[in-house]
């Protein structure tokens, strides 16, 4: 099991930027696949962007590609999801997960560990 916590959420303006923060411990995570998801209200949760540990490959939705970028930092074990140009409809709460195997993925039953979510909110 992987303990995963974000930080980072908050109120930002339209087209202002926010950076997520989700340190993770209890493993080594060479293997590992890390993935954001967000969960607005009332909708299912939905796959953002993912970036495999060890090389750094990553993914995004298409809904974000371009505005967010998503990194580790291995020293300390900390995955990130910088925000640009973030719009109303990106108001959610923003989870981080992590899949204990390589091939990436955009499915979130694919992500065994969760973390508790960060509220992110975009004002028109």
């Known amino acids: 099991q992987v303990q995963l916590v974000e930080s980072g959420g908050g109120l930002v303006q339209a087209g202002g930027s926010l950076r997520l923060s989700c340190a993770a411990s209890g493993r080594t995570f060479s293997s590992y696949v890390m993935g954001w998801f967000r969960q607005a209200p009332g909708k299912e949760r939905v796959f953002v962007a993912a970036i495999r540990w060890t090389g750094g490959t990553t993914l995004y939705a298409d809904s974000v590609k371009g505005r967010f970028t998503i990194s580790r930092d291995n020293a300390k074990n900390t995955v990130y999801l910088q925000m640009n140009s973030l719009k109303p409809e990106d108001t959610a709460v923003y989870y981080c997960?992590?899949?204990?195997?390589?091939?990436?993925?955009?499915?979130?039953?694919?992500?065994?560990?969760w973390g508790q979510g960060t509220q992110v909110t975009v004002s028109s």
């Open positions: 997960a992590a899949r204990p195997w390589t091939p990436m993925s955009r499915v979130k039953n694919d992500y065994r560990d």
